[in-house]
Nanobody
Framework: QVQLVVSGGGSVHPGGSLRLSCAAY????????MTWYRQAPGKDRELVAT????????DYADPVKGRFIISRDNAKHTMYLQMNNLQPEDTALYFC??????????WGQGTQVTVSS
């Protein structure tokens, strides 16, 4: 069964850290670029960070640059998002996506990240 399983969300205080994981099952992850998105209540889904198939290229949304790190381990079929210095505005449901030219797009289920004092 093809799926992306997201884990690692939770509640932290401002300045805290969390690491999200997105594990792929049923397909070959190294053939896909991978992206993290988030959606806060009442807002549109926004791209957070993206990583190329082999991990050599990454890109980040401006609000998370310098705080979040996207990475992947294709041998473990998993992508990660290390989130440091979290702020209340980072509170959102976080999703992962696998995508590639000519390939189907897969979405993981969301994981909630809540940052509050």
């Amino acid at each position: 069964q093809v799926q992306l399983v997201v884990s690692g969300g939770g509640s932290v205080h401002p300045g805290g850290s969390l690491r999200l994981s997105c594990a792929a099952y049923g397909f070959t992850i190294e053939r896909y670029s991978m992206t993290w998105y988030r959606q806060a209540p009442g807002k549109d889904r926004e791209l957070v960070a993206t990583i190329s198939r082999a991990g050599e290229n990454t890109d980040y949304a401006d609000p998370v640059k310098g705080r979040f790190i996207i990475s992947r381990d294709n041998a473990k079929h998993t992508m990660y998002l290390q989130m440091n210095n979290l702020q209340p505005e980072d509170t959102a449901l976080y999703f992962c996506k696998a995508h590639g030219a000519g390939r189907p797009t897969y979405w993981g289920q969301g994981t909630q990240v809540t940052v509050s004092s």
